[in-house]
């Protein structure tokens, strides 16, 4: 059954937001950019199901760059080569989502052609480019010149900004037509959410987990082995191991940068911790920016503490052993871990662990 649901608040917005964040964007632009294009969707008297795969298209049009693993010495060239494909990765992830409006798959892939075929992926040019398509690409750019860090513009000023790329990168009538929605209209108004079929929150946070972590050989398959174990130490601790295993999960938020972090260093030292914290503080703040996973954030960004350090939040002291015992050999992790109970880590979670392990054939 279609029920209207708040998709940008739940998953999608995750995914949005991870798009922002490897973009190097505000947390949040792809929602704006969602909103923008579906509103001018509507002006061009596009139908409801046009709108909704605008709208749907436009909030994940930046999430293929979760596909892009460049080594930090990666040239000009290598990169311009990679992310020419970026349009095509987000394309097959948004296809791969149940109940994914059917064209909003096309728009994501073709959103970034040119009108002098000169775009990418496929070098399209003219009528070859869906109009949707076209559309969402005059968002995208109207939207970056407004957001420009450097300079940013008002409505007015980033519309005109775009006219002299009119008939080389968009085609003449397209741009003229959002040019009268930018100044006809409040083009920066909120929009509501159209009516689309839920989808599983947790298949979906549990794919995003696993491409994220699938950029580096050293973290793939790390969510799911933390949420595992999650579950069944939270199970032990009485805590809620359903909310433990998608905290284990939402860590891999704060891998969501280019290039890919390198954390594979000793777990327990002063280094380990400066690292740990910022990729904790990134995968809260991705968190915070979708309203469902706001709550788990404080826990995100605790994960980072030590049990000494007072206040202790036994979800994020769980997520942090989690972390440490992942990245410890198995043979030195029952010495090392019962050297740290007290200081970085909980007794109890450390008894917990250890027991675990002494139970394991």
Not at 185 to 192: Q, R, V
């Amino acid at each position: 059954m279609t029920v209207p649901v708040d998709l940008a608040g739940g998953a999608l917005g995750l995914y949005s937001a991870v798009g922002d964040a490897f973009a190097g964007r505000r947390l949040g632009f792809g929602r704006r950019r969602a909103a923008v294009a579906a509103r001018f969707a509507q002006r061009l008297g596009r139908d409801e199901a046009a709108v909704a795969a605008v709208w749907f298209a436009a909030l994940l049009a930046d999430i293929g760059l979760v596909a892009i693993a460049l080594p930090p010495d990666a040239s000009p060239q290598q990169r311009t080569l990679a992310h020419a494909d970026v349009p095509l990765h987000g394309a097959h992830i948004v296809a791969a989502f149940e109940g994914a409006p059917p064209r909003a798959s096309d728009i994501v892939r073709w959103h970034r052609e040119h009108d002098d075929g000169t775009g990418i992926p496929d070098r399209l040019r003219w009528d070859g480019i869906p109009a949707d398509a076209a559309a969402l690409g005059i968002v995208q750019a109207f939207l970056e010149a407004v957001e420009d860090p450097e300079q940013p513009r008002d409505g007015v000023e980033a519309v005109f900004s775009l006219e002299a790329e009119s008939g080389r990168r968009f085609a003449v009538d397209r741009l003229r037509a959002f040019r009268e929605f930018v100044l006809g209209a409040n083009w920066d108004a909120p929009f509501a959410d159209l009516a689309f079929p839920p989808i599983d929150e947790d298949e979906a946070l549990r794919c995003l987990a696993q491409r994220i972590d699938a950029r580096d050989a050293r973290t793939e398959g790390r969510s799911e082995r933390l949420a595992a174990l999650g579950r069944t130490l939270a199970a032990r601790l009485d805590l809620d191991p359903g909310r433990t295993a998608r905290l284990a999960r939402l860590l891999a938020l704060g891998r969501a940068t280019e290039p890919v972090p390198h954390d594979d260093f000793d777990p327990f030292s002063r280094f380990a911790r400066d690292a740990r914290t910022a990729l904790a503080q990134r995968a809260g703040a991705i968190a915070a920016s979708a309203e469902r996973y706001a709550g788990d954030a404080p826990h995100l960004i605790a994960s980072a503490g030590w049990y000494e350090d007072g206040d202790a939040q036994p979800l994020a002291g769980l997520l942090g052993l989690l972390l440490a015992v992942d990245a410890l050999n198995p043979v030195d992790a029952p010495r090392r871990l019962a050297a740290a109970s007290g200081t970085q880590f909980a007794p109890e979670t450390t008894r917990a662990y250890l027991t675990l392990l002494s139970e394991a054939p």
